[in-house]
T-cell receptor, first 114, second 110 residues
């Protein structure tokens, strides 16, 4: 089944404890992206990647890192999480090397930073 | 990226046709218009995309007037399960950075 998977789905952590949220797609998509969603603010793009080893900042990249060593994986890294990073995170991918083509979203990761 | 404006929320009743309008006054010549649907606690799902005139698929229709400064997503005969947030995006095909905005929260009543 074609899908985008994220792990973990739920995570509670403490300030400063490094964490990684994994994202994997099995559709051989070029483009992958991370978003965060907060009440009243809608979906905001954190980072995106047009291909392996090519990443760029979205609207809210501060406090996050990403890597794209393989086409199928695009992990989101929080080196030193803070409470303002408590949010619902979505990973997405699309076939083309741009985000304008249809994006397929993962199920989301709900993160709470204490 | 063209800025879009949508109503914050809308209510409708089961069986009605619902039209959600998105304004994008500064749309560029090569911009496409894309709509996504998001159910609570799920990721957005692509609904429809168009450039001009009318596009229809099994889920919805998208109406784009000649000046392309707005677009209307039309959902025929809605049901309770159409309660969701609907996002309008405007961007050129080569764009990498995507802005979703706050969307329109559609609430379908029985």
């Amino acid at each position: 089944e074609a899908q985008v998977t994220q792990n973990p789905r739920y995570l509670i952590t403490v300030t400063g404890k490094k964490l990684t949220v994994t994202c994997s797609q099995n559709m051989n998509h070029e483009y992958m992206s991370w978003y965060r969603q907060d009440p009243g603010l809608g979906l905001r793009q954190i980072y995106y990647s047009m291909n392996v080893e090519v990443t760029d900042k979205g609207d809210v990249p501060e406090g996050y890192k990403v890597s794209r060593k393989e086409k199928r994986n695009f992990p989101l890294i929080l080196e030193s999480p803070s409470p303002n990073q408590t949010s619902l995170y979505f990973c997405a991918s699309s076939l083309a090397s741009t985000g304008v083509e249809t994006q397929y979203f993962g199920p989301g990761t709900r993160l709470l930073v204490l | 990226l063209a800025k879009t404006t949508q109503p914050i929320s809308m209510d409708s009743y089961e069986g009605q046709e619902v039209n959600i309008t998105c304004s994008h006054n500064n749309i560029a010549t090569n911009d496409y218009i894309t709509w996504y649907q998001q159910f609570p606690s799920q990721g957005p799902r692509f609904i429809i995309q168009g450039y001009k005139t009318k596009v229809t698929n099994e889920v919805a229709s998208l109406f784009i007037p000649a000046d392309r400064k707005s677009s209307t997503l039309s959902l025929p005969r809605v049901s309770l399960s159409d309660t969701a947030v609907y996002y309008c995006l405007v961007a050129p095909p080569e764009d990498d950075k995507i802005i979703f905005g706050k969307g329109t929260r559609l609430h379908i009543l029985p």
